[in-house]
T-cell receptor, first 110, second 110 residues
Framework: DTAVSQTPKYLVTQMGNDKSIKCEQN?????MYWYKQDSKKFLKIMFS???????INETVPNRFSPKSPDKAHLNLHINSLELGDSAVYFC?????????FGSGTRLTVV | QQPVQSPQAVILREGEDAVINCSSS?????VHWYRQKHGEAPVFLMI?????EQKGHEKISASFNEKKQQSSLYLTASQLSYSGTYFC???????????FGQGTELSVKP
């Protein structure tokens, strides 16, 4: 059983399109995150939810909108995609100690 | 706010030792260490919560000097499987939000 699963694994899309990434965790963790990893491998936090409530919202363009229907799911919707949005997006969950990351979604905007 | 890791890259022969350092300009509540292999998700190695505490398992251990706002990861008798990019993640406000260093690329050669 995959602990934190993300779909899709790869996403290639044109500028201006809207796309979504889904994340589910079966670890029973209360907190989930979205991180963006750029081409230089820099991991930057975007959002964090605790039990469906948004608790961290970094300076991310409002084209990015997270949604957590329940504490096991955290989705990311991106409107009007831009070239600079190309990156690997990781979902993660945590309980008391340590993050468990999903396998990532490689988004390429052309 | 981003912690600084050093060195940026290191190449080892199997059986050699390495130290990776992580320094923060801000006081830290905890430090996490993760390893990421190419094309995969970061994997949790360990978390350090108290100043001066050393933790580890097998041949990978770490220390955390709370006063100096520094942590070090020690890899002894390196194995080929240790290759990857190592990240420290710092929690600066006990909020669970991790800010990651820029990563240290470790290559272990036969």
């Amino acid at each position: 059983d995959t602990a934190v699963s993300q779909t899709p694994k790869y996403l290639v899309t044109q500028m201006g399109n809207d796309k979504s990434i889904k994340c589910e965790q079966n670890l029973g963790h209360d907190t989930m995150y979205w991180y963006k990893q750029d081409s230089k491998k820099f991991l930057k936090i975007m959002f964090s939810y605790n039990n469906k409530e948004l608790i961290i919202n970094e300076t991310v363009p409002n084209r990015f909108s997270p949604k957590s229907p329940d504490k096991a799911h955290l989705n990311l919707h991106i409107n009007s995609l831009e070239l600079g949005d190309s990156a690997v997006y990781f979902c993660a969950s945590s309980h008391l100690y340590g993050y468990t990351f999903g396998s990532g979604t490689r988004l390429t905007v052309v | 706010q981003q912690p600084v890791q050093s060195p940026q890259a290191v190449i080892l022969r199997e059986g050699e030792d390495a130290v990776i350092n992580c320094s923060s300009s801000k006081a830290l509540y905890s430090v996490h260490w993760y390893r990421q292999k190419h094309g995969e998700a970061p994997v949790f190695l360990m978390i350090l919560l108290k100043g001066g505490e050393q933790k580890g398992h097998e041949k990978i251990s770490a220390s955390f000097n709370e006063k100096k706002q520094q942590s070090s990861l020690y890899l002894t008798a390196s194995q080929l499987s240790y290759s990857g990019t190592y990240f420290c993640g710092t929690d600066q406000d006990q909020g669970g939000k991790l800010i990651f260093g820029q990563g240290t690329e470790l290559s272990v050669k036969p």
